[in-house]
């Protein structure tokens, strides 16, 4: 009994000693912390770095993304003997603020690592590890560089260790590392030019759907804002990322971890799977390496006929797929109509809707083949890069599925349903029902369509039409055999009331591809012109109901009118706007892009190093001062920037003959610290102003836009 209550007390001493070394910086808790209470002689244990941060602030993960640092750990004082391991980085959570992409931590985060004891210990002895931690600390408007000394003193047992209050938290720590599931799939990796492409291979106890996938690359190799295609073919999916064009390191592995929203499992387990896929070969198993005659992968190995053939399939399969689905039922409904018509006039649609799919398809292909001729590297559903062509298609279609929910009438519409199709108008219908049915086909991966398409972009141009010509016979396919035996259609359903809810159900198939469009648009765009493209949807459907309302055959010329010119104002107006939107964004990120390569930055505005000495110089020179706080690692910082490639700024910068002094924090620098520290700051973003006749500067906040750099401008006397 008295043995127990000693070890008892003696365990509650060192549990209360453990949690006895935490430090606090100014937004983060850091304390060194172990899953056992006592080392074993000779064994290995787990310890972590444990960071806890307050609300609305994070830390960073092993790569930071396109701005922050990651989280170090050196020792100060490692026992005799011992060995300590590198960080197993738990999976972070991505964050975006503007368009600048970080991977972070956010609570409380255990990086734990394996520490071995040597086997000639003492037991009833005790041993301290002493470490630095360094980390960055951050929340939306600014960051904070974190630190500490930590220390953690253990007992030396003679028995088996006892968990600690920690082990649940390293359990579940544990439970969050990506896994290798090189058993389930096969990663393999190709690089291409500027572009990255993932090959992943269910295999057994894979997850034939994993939904969203999302690659996190630990080596930076890849960029983290652009976008990630994902794309499937019939055995297995092709992840498109985009080659970071800072990235020069070793590009013969691309390790990371890769996310699946729906669980790379079949039983939707294991969110995160652990790769380092060898660049160049073809796909193997995580983490495994092949020989250089392995790794050798055909360019083309299918020939013409197979192509064809898989290209015919794939686009004959594409008729299923969720978005050519609703023009799959709406030309259906318009064979309905056409039973009883004459059979020439029958397969004079079909010949038309074939030449709308085909034509569609000899443009897309031609397009393609100039571009991919002219070095851009672009493949299927390459348009739909383009947000304003998505915007376009968006808008079509809303409008297409408000004309289908009655919401306005206007006749015949493109896609062939109407109650008139015999005439110039229901042929016309007809063939820009195909061009619509290749429009919304291209966002989709039908089984088969991959390695025909592949096949196809390797081909001469004439070969290369020649697939492109079979998938669109293969997606015109089942029309065309309905209008050539006209007995077919009598299979179908006769006309009647039930076309109207038929048709009216099929506008919200449109409307979930409009969804799916916008979705698009949220990773082109920024968030504020999405609002303004959401609202403007908004704007554009009311547009349609004043059109249904006020200009319906049954009214009265002028209001009819005056319904047609307000409706075109609504749908107008709105699209003008964002069009402008896209348009300015897309000018904006051109030019950041030069400025931030170096191509713009002497054209526009010469930034010097900031020192204490310099600052004094121009000064005693009589010249406006404007110095820049800012380190690379700061999100807020980075956002800023776009406010010195503002014309108006720059042009005021320029006419003031204004000093622009960089003071860069990325590298802790002690004249900086001490700098900011004068004005009571300990964070970056930092700006001010200096002024010949003041002198005491103009303090900037932390946000800023080209309208505040112009105002504090002025205020410290400049015109």
């Known amino acids: 009994m008295r043995q127990f209550f000693l070890t008892a007390i003696s365990s509650l001493f060192f549990t209360l000693l453990l949690g006895a070394e935490s430090v606090r910086s100014d937004h983060t808790e850091a304390e060194l912390v172990a899953e056992v209470d006592g080392i074993e002689a000779g064994q290995a244990f787990w310890m972590a770095l444990r960071l806890k941060m307050d609300d609305h602030w994070h830390t960073y993960w092993v790569n930071p993304g396109e701005a922050g640092l990651k989280t170090e750990l050196k ?82 047992v003679s028995e088996k260790a006892q968990w600690s209050d920690w082990h649940e938290d390293f359990e579940k720590t544990r439970e969050s590392w990506p896994k290798d599931l090189s058993a389930n799939w096969s990663i393999g990796a190709q690089l291409t030019d500027d572009r990255y492409t993932l090959t992943l291979t269910p295999k057994t106890g894979a997850n034939s759907d994993p939904g969203e996938v999302y690659f996190y690359s630990s080596a930076a190799q890849v960029t983290p804002s652009a976008k990630q295609f994902l794309t499937k073919d019939s055995g297995s ?56 005659a392995e790794a050798a992968v055909s360019t083309n190995p299918l020939g013409l006929g197979s192509l064809l053939g898989l290209a015919f399939v794939g686009g004959l399969i594409l008729n299923l797929m969720p978005c050519v689905f609703p023009v799959l039922g709406l030309k259906i409904m318009s064979f309905v109509n056409q039973a009883g018509e004459e059979r020439g006039k029958i397969v004079l649609h079909g010949l038309v ?21 002219g070095g851009e590297e672009l493949g299927w559903g390459f348009q739909l890069q383009s947000p304003g062509f998505v915007l376009a298609l968006a808008v079509i279609l809303l409008i297409f599925g408000l004309n289908m929910s009655g919401l306005f009438e206007i006749g015949t519409s493109a896609v062939g349903v109407g109650s008139n199709l015999t005439g110039k108008s229901g042929v016309t219908g007809s063939f820009f029902s195909g061009v619509l049915a290749t429009v919304v086909a291209t966002p989709c991966a039908a089984p088969f369509l991959a390695p025909a398409l592949g096949g196809a972009l390797t081909l001469p141009p004439v070969q290369s039409i020649a697939v492109f010509t079979a998938i669109g016979v293969g997606l015109s396919g089942p029309y065309l055999l309905l209008s050539a035996f006209p007995s077919m259609i009598k299979l179908l359903p006769r006309p009647g009331a039930w076309m109207e809810t038929f048709k009216q159900f099929m506008a919200f198939l449109l409307y979930g591809t409009v969804v799916a469009l916008a979705w698009v648009l949220a990773g082109q765009v920024g968030a504020e012109l999405l609002l303004s493209i959401f609202i403007s949807l908004v704007i554009i459907a009311m547009g349609c109901w004043v059109y249904g309302r006020w200009a319906a055959p049954h009214k009265k010329t002028g209001v009819k009118w005056a319904g047609r010119l307000v409706a075109l104002a609504l749908v107008g107006l709105p699209l003008a706007y964002v069009y402008a939107g896209i348009s300015e964004e897309a000018r904006e990120k051109a030019l950041i892009e030069k400025i931030a390569s170096g191509e713009a930055e002497q054209d526009f505005l010469i930034w010097e190093k900031w020192t204490p000495e310099k600052e004094a110089k121009l000064r005693e020179e009589g010249r406006f001062v404007y110095i820049d706080f800012t380190a690379r690692w700061c999100a807020t910082c980075q956002v800023n920037k776009k406010a010195y490639s503002n014309q108006e700024v720059i042009d005021a910068f320029l006419k003031n003959n204004v000093a622009l002094l960089k003071a860069d924090w990325t590298n802790q620098d002690p004249a900086i610290t001490q700098e900011l520290a004068k004005f009571n700051r300990s964070a970056v973003p930092f700006n001010l102003i200096y002024s010949p006749d003041r002198e005491e500067p103009v303090i900037m906040p932390e946000l800023i836009t080209p309208g505040i750099v112009l105002e504090k401008l002025k205020e410290a006397g400049a015109s």
């Open 237 to 292: 999916y092709q992840l498109s990322l985009e080659k970071d064009q800072y990235y020069s390191g070793d590009l013969d592995t691309l390790p990371g971890d890769l996310y699946a929203s729906n669980g790379w499992l079949a039983d939707g387990s294991d969110k995160f799977m652990l790769i380092a896929p060898v660049v160049g070969a073809a796909a193997i198993g995580t983490g495994s390496s092949v020989s250089s």
């Open 353 to 373: 809707f074939t030449a709308g799919v085909l034509i569609s398809f000899w443009i897309l292909a031609g397009v393609l083949i100039a571009l991919r001729t």
């Open 75 to 156: 020792w100060t004082e490692l026992p005799k003997g011992f060995e300590a391991g590198d960080f197993h980085w738990p999976p972070p959570k991505r964050y975006l603020q503007e368009d600048i992409m970080n991977y972070v931590y956010e609570d409380e985060v255990f990086l734990l690592f394996e520490v071995t004891a040597p086997k000639e210990l003492q037991p009833g002895t005790e041993l301290t590890f002493k470490a630095r931690a360094d980390w960055l600390e951050c929340d939306p408007s600014m960051c904070v560089p974190g630190g500490a000394d930590l220390s953690l003193t253990l007992p030396v």
